[in-house]
């Protein structure tokens, strides 16, 4: 404490938590925004509604916790829904499946595509994200994007944003 004169901490990335599934703000809309924009444009479609016509779901996998933060991941879900975007969901395979998508793109929601990204979204071991995918016989493809958020131009804008605002806070 004596070395500091004072201390700021920064929102989240998703804005703050909240304690139901219905908490979305802007800030989650920001990131639903730029991630499916980014994941539509890396599988090469010009937009996401070309992307439905194509039968492709958009998957992001969360990194999870046991803490109650996890209720930031059924928000981001109804930001999605909020959004109209009925080809993106949150982390699950029976939701796809039971929307009729034929082709899934799989996409970490994580800041860092490392371990997680790699091995339990893309791995080949039977019990990551994909091959769960592929062994359901549902789908003509899966398709995995190895990539961060950290990587996309919007989302280091928001941490821009957010780290602004902190610093802000400390000059009154």
């Not at 990335?13 to 920001?30: C, F, M, P, Q, R």
């Not at 998957?59 to 996890?70: C, D, N």
Request: glycine share 8%; with cysteine; hydrophobic share 40%.
């Amino acid at each position: 404490r004596d070395k500091f004169e004072s201390v700021a901490i920064a929102e989240p990335l998703l804005g703050e938590v909240g304690s139901d599934a219905t908490v979305i703000n802007a800030d989650k809309e920001a990131v639903a925004k730029a991630i499916t924009a980014e994941a539509v444009k890396t599988a090469g479609f010009d937009s996401l509604d070309t992307a439905a016509e194509d039968g492709t779901a958009f998957v992001f996998m969360g990194h999870g916790t046991s803490h109650t933060a996890k209720v930031s991941y059924t928000q981001m879900q109804s930001q999605m829904n909020a959004l109209g975007y009925k080809n993106v969901f949150i982390g699950t395979v029976e939701a796809v499946k039971a929307a009729g998508y034929t082709k899934v793109v799989l996409r970490p929601l994580m800041v860092v595509a490392g371990d997680h990204a790699n091995n339990d979204m893309a791995g080949d071991d039977e019990d990551s994200w994909k091959s769960q995918f592929e062994a359901s016989g549902e789908f003509d493809s899966v398709d995995c994007q190895i990539a961060g958020l950290g990587e996309v131009a919007d989302i280091q804008q928001l941490y821009v944003a957010h780290t602004k605002a902190a610093v802000d806070s400390l000059n009154g």
